[in-house]
């Protein structure tokens, strides 16, 4: 929860409700989920779910894991969590990118110390990202039968008699109370109500967006960003940038769903790429 303190309860529940839908595809597979809520740590860094302790003893999640795949780290607090736990987990963690279209060590180099211009950028990245645009098959899940394996001693529990131990994430956003109460002991505003209405957490929410997005917004996209600029984002915009931060939908699906249904569109399209070319320039500028 390191990473939440400078956030709220409304953005854990917006977390929640797209894991409760992660939940429920993983039990369709026939595959076991578990969520763990790590409280927020000392040292700031965490990580201690998957160690199970700060001391190099691993007890948690780690102990049991042939591998661990996780996020590409960007921001620097992810990155020290990823370090502690790859130095000591004593086994593979994969690196995924799923939040930008162009991983950052292939636009900016592994260290990220010299950034272009913006409008350098812009058209590099215009080049680069139709090199990562693409529709990757689906690998059915291959589970494998016979695998026992008790979570009930891993991770982090809170409450004397470890009574959310077993919780999903649907019975955690159900359980406003026991949330508030877990949260404000790490520190996070648990004031803050929960977004009502059509902006919930989730990939099926994410998808969406997107359809309304290409339906009835992306055709003179480019006209009002020029016009409107931020004032009118949210009638003209996409409103998938929150689905982006939190990892339910890739910018890569959402080009890859443009370039297919949008052909009338091409100015705009544009328009859209460069404004995900803005928001990766950031996430180097940060890095």
């Known amino acids: ?11 854990i529940v917006f977390l929640l409700e797209g894991l409760t839908e992660a939940e429920q595809g993983f039990t369709n597979a026939g ?27 691993v007890r948690g999640f780690a102990s049991k894991a042939w591998a661990i795949v996780t996020d590409k780290p960007h921001m620097r607090h992810e990155r020290d969590v990823a370090e502690r736990v790859a130095s000591s987990a004593g086994c593979a963690v994969i690196e995924v990118e799923g939040r930008l279209v162009v991983p950052l060590e292939v636009a900016f180099g592994e260290t990220c110390d010299t950034l272009p211009e913006t409008n350098e950028f812009m058209e590099l990245f215009g080049h680069m990202s139709d090199h990562f645009v693409k529709t990757l098959p689906v690998v059915p899940l291959d589970n494998r039968s016979g695998v026992d394996l008790s979570t009930d001693t891993l991770g982090y529990s809170y409450g004397a008699k470890a009574e959310t131990r077993g919780w999903s994430a649907r019975e955690w956003v159900l359980s406003e109370e026991k949330l508030s109460e877990m949260l404000t002991s790490s520190g996070v505003d ?50 998938l940038s929150p689905y982006f931060t939190f990892g339910f939908i890739s910018p890569v699906e959402v080009l890859s769903d443009l370039f297919k249904n949008a052909t009338d569109c091409e100015v705009d399209v544009k328009a859209f790429k460069r404004s995900l070319a803005r928001r990766e320039l950031a996430y180097a500028d940060v890095y």
């Open 1 to 11: 929860l390191n990473y939440f303190r400078s956030r709220s309860r409304r953005h």
């Open 190 to 239: 648990a004031n803050v109500s929960s977004v009502t209405g059509t902006s919930r957490g989730g990939h099926r929410a994410a998808r969406k967006l997107v359809a309304t997005f290409i339906a009835r917004k992306l055709k003179g996209y480019e006209a009002r960003q020029e016009q409107e600029g931020e004032r009118m984002r949210s009638e003209y915009g996409s409103l």
């Open 31 to 57: 595959a076991g989920f578990c969520v763990r809520f790590e409280p927020a740590s000392e040292d700031t860094i965490g990580g201690l779910n998957l160690l199970g302790s700060a001391d190099g003893e």
